[in-house]
């Protein structure tokens, strides 16, 4: 990545500006065309750096709350115990992991009730040795925004 | 400040993708009746109360050259929570930081989610924290596929 291309995705990921013509305003503050500017983002949308541009919305604030789960998944039922996992879009992400306890995501749900129920549904799946269920106690720093 | 009508369809609208054009909330505003101008306004509020975190570019940090992620799970003695989530939460190279209830065989009740360019990154910040925080007792657990990174949805 070049030093441009690093700027641009700097101030699109913490200095998006709240107004009509935000591409304009930016292009303007980067000292080039909002054309120029425009092409660049689609560029970068293209190479898969940028997943999106938007409002990232407050759990919490929204009344959701969210499980961290770790499983313990024998290597043959991997495949089908991700797809399972994946099927729900209360999962947002899920990861294999180097370690005994390989599989890890995170459920989200207004519901607590639903959570459960997943957690009781998932234990019985077949493969799985054991589940750690691991609800946050408190959140010290959410900050996806990557520093160059 | 309640979540109205107007302020549920720009919610939906912007947890999608603001589309890359001079005026990306004009078809937004034709869409929902309002003017562009209020829309920026409810924005901003929105922002200000805490709904919207952050607005902008959400990266995907595997594409930008942060190849390497490290989940490391600390087992922390209540006096040095404090101290150790203070070290955390000032290092760049970490994105998530969060006190957790423990679990049957997991004593570890401290999770930190570390991105960097090397594994040899990830352990440094690692590094650094125990020496600071005086904690020793964690486990590290390197990414070894992603099978699903999505943004959530709400349903409004």
Known sequence: MNQKEK??????????PICARPYEKLSRQLGMSQASLCKKIILLKRQGKIRRIGAVIDDGRMGCQSV???ACVCKIFIV???????SFPNVTHNYLRDDEYNIWF????????????????FRKRQGIDDVLVLPSIRMFKINAEFKF | MKLNKTRKDILKFLQGDIPVEDSPYSGLAQAINTRESCIVKEIALLKKHGYIRR???VLHHRNIGLKVNCMCAWKVPHS????????S?????????????????WPYNFYIMIHGKSKRDCINVVENIRAKSGVADYRLLFTKKEFK????????
């Open chain 1, 7 to 16: 700027k641009i995705l700097k101030k699109l990921q913490s200095e998006f």
């Open chain 1, 68 to 70: 961290l789960i770790g």
């Open chain 1, 80 to 86: 089908p115990v991700v797809n399972f996992i994946n």
């Open chain 1, 106 to 121: 995170t459920f989200r749900s207004g519901r607590k009730k639903e959570i459960d129920r997943f957690v009781s549904g």
């Open chain 2, 55 to 57: 607005l902008g570019a």
């Open chain 2, 80 to 87: 040095l929570i404090k101290k150790i989530s203070g070290i």
């Open chain 2, 89 to 105: 939460v000032r290092q760049k190279e970490i994105s998530h930081c969060y006190l957790r209830k423990t679990a049957k065989n």
């Open chain 2, 149 to 156: 990174k999505i943004s959530p949805k709400y349903k409004f």
